[in-house]
């Protein structure tokens, strides 16, 4: 499907903030305002902008992040925020969709999109370490299996799926598997990709 030009949308501010030179903090972000839906039109804004969505669907999408196509996504998702963050010198863009509040306040993470960019991935291999390291796994326990994203080499697990793209840029998609199928966890990995590669 396509993005359509007759969606409202807001633009949530990104924020990023490095902590001890390492480990990023993340703060909400902070919606701007309504556009109108003439507005909502026009070019998308950097990368590190994104979309809100008014009405959560399949359809609540925002076409790119980081230079990523998002081709697919599952039925039932919430409303997206971006993030950008910095982890042992790799940035990560990070697109999250949630749904809620709950009658109780809480919300519930349904999908994450991340571009991974830094000089540490040099190959599937080094993406794997640094994964393994970052996520907080054990590298003997952590089960992985060789997966091929639309022509990348990968990984996946239960409900997650991280693939080398080039020389300091891979992806990770995650998929909270309590509520949407494996396939739509390939799937939307899948569409998940440079948008020069489409």
């Known amino acids: 499907m396509s993005c359509?030009?007759?969606?409202s949308a807001v633009r949530p501010a990104t924020r990023r903030i490095v902590i001890g030179g390492a480990l990023t903090a993340l703060a909400?972000?902070?919606v701007l305002g309504m556009l109108p839906t003439a507005?909502?039109?026009a070019p998308a804004p950097a990368a590190t902008s994104?979309?809100?969505r008014t009405s959560p669907s399949t359809q609540q999408r925002a076409c790119t992040l980081d230079g990523?196509?998002?081709?697919?996504?599952?039925?039932?998702i919430g409303s997206p925020s971006d993030f950008e963050f910095e982890w042992e010198d790799v940035v990560f863009h990070s697109r999250v969709w949630e749904t809620g509040p709950d009658p109780e306040g809480a919300t519930k993470v349904d999908l994450t999109v991340k571009t991974i960019r830094g000089e540490k991935v040099i190959d599937l291999e080094t993406l794997r370490t640094f994964l393994t390291e970052y996520h907080e796994k054990d590298p003997e326990s952590w089960e992985l299996t060789a997966v091929d994203v639309a022509g990348y080499g990968g990984y996946r697990t239960d409900?997650?799926?991280f693939f080398f793209i080039s020389p300091g840029l891979a992806a990770e998609v995650s998929l909270d598997r309590e509520r949407f199928s494996e396939e739509d966890l390939l799937t939307t990995a899948m569409g998940f990709h440079p948008e020069d590669s489409a």
């Open 68 to 76: 990523f196509a998002i081709d697919h996504l599952p039925g039932g």
């Open 50 to 52: 994104g979309l809100h």
């Open 39 to 41: 507005a909502a039109a």
């Open 4 to 7: 359509s030009s007759s969606w």
């Open 159 to 161: 409900d997650q799926v």
């Open 28 to 30: 909400a972000p902070a």
